[in-house]
């Protein structure tokens, strides 16, 4: 039901623009939110995006990340500027609040020189 692509290794202070590509039938109605696992974390929301596109972020990323959607093509992104070695983790989207959707394969992220 979620594809993420668009990971990769970058260096400090590049960017990466993530997509997630889902069903229809999650996409229109639902808020969507992008989530990420660090090693040795639990997976946390990162930012998410209302059915109207109101966006929230936290702290963390705030002024770096933006997350956006395209309803036309079921799509979900996060673009993701000055990276940081802390943004390194697995990224993945879901709907928010969490309702029991299967996970996609989630998409690498590394931030390393």
């Known amino acids: 039901q979620f594809v993420e692509s668009g990971g990769g290794l970058v260096q400090p202070g590049g960017s990466l623009r993530l997509s997630c590509a889902a069903s229809?039938?999650?996409?229109?109605?639902?808020?969507m939110g992008w989530y990420r696992r660090a090693p040795g974390n639990p997976r946390q929301l990162v930012a998410r995006?209302?059915?109207?596109?109101?966006?929230y972020y936290v702290d963390s990323v705030k002024g770096r990340f933006t997350i956006s959607r395209d309803s036309a093509k079921n799509t979900v992104y996060l673009q993701m500027n000055s990276l940081k070695p802390e943004d390194t983790a697995v990224y993945y989207c879901?709907?928010?609040?969490?309702?029991?959707?299967?996970w996609g394969q989630g998409t690498q992220v590394t931030v390393s020189s």
């Open positions: 995006i209302s059915s109207g596109g109101a966006p």
């Open positions: 229809g039938s999650i996409f229109g109605r639902d808020a």
């Open positions: 879901n709907t928010y609040p969490l309702g029991g959707r299967s």
